[in-house]
């Protein structure tokens, strides 16, 4: 005994159509701009003031622009400054940077070893920075109103 296979015909609601059949290509799209492209890298360009940029900065939480100009740091590589930045909040909040104690510094391992007092640092209060658009702490800035990003997303300019 052969089954018969029913093939049951979709309703209006579950009918699918192509997408090549809905868009209507004869007339230009109302949100398209193919200069769009030439025109943000004006901007960009007018933003920076001609400079050179390491990288552009974005919040790993929601992506948003963060910086467009700023600095590679020279041993932290995933670590960032800048002066001039967008979409920061700088909080109340004070934190103690990294690598601002004191320290002893060691001269020639191969001759006896010699230690240089280092001198006195006062140990400097950064205040927190994060992203205005969702809160995320993305570094510091600080005394100088120079910013230090280290939890960002860094992409090439």
């Not at 868009?23 to 701009?33: A, H, L, R």
């Not at 004070?94 to 240089?116: D, F, H, I, L, M």
């Not at 920075?129 to 997303?153: A, N, Q």
């Amino acid at each position: 005994m052969e089954r018969e296979s029913v093939v049951a015909s979709p309703t209006n609601s579950q009918q699918t159509v192509s997408d090549d059949d809905v868009i209507d290509y004869s007339t230009k799209p109302e949100f398209y701009d193919s200069d769009v492209d030439e025109k943000d890298e004006v901007w960009v360009t007018r933003k920076r003031k001609g400079r050179q940029t390491d990288a552009v900065l974005s919040c790993p939480a929601c992506f948003t622009t963060l910086c467009l100009d700023c600095q590679r740091h020279e041993i932290y590589l995933t670590q960032y400054r800048a002066m001039f930045v967008m979409n920061c909040e700088v909080t109340n909040k004070k934190v103690v940077p990294q690598g601002s104690k004191n320290r002893r510094k060691k001269r020639n391992t191969r001759a006896p070893v010699q230690v240089e007092e280092a001198s006195t640092v006062i140990e400097e209060e950064a205040r927190q920075v994060c992203c205005s658009v969702c809160s995320t702490e993305v570094g510091v800035i600080d005394k100088d109103d120079v910013y230090h990003f280290y939890d960002v997303l860094p992409s090439e300019s």
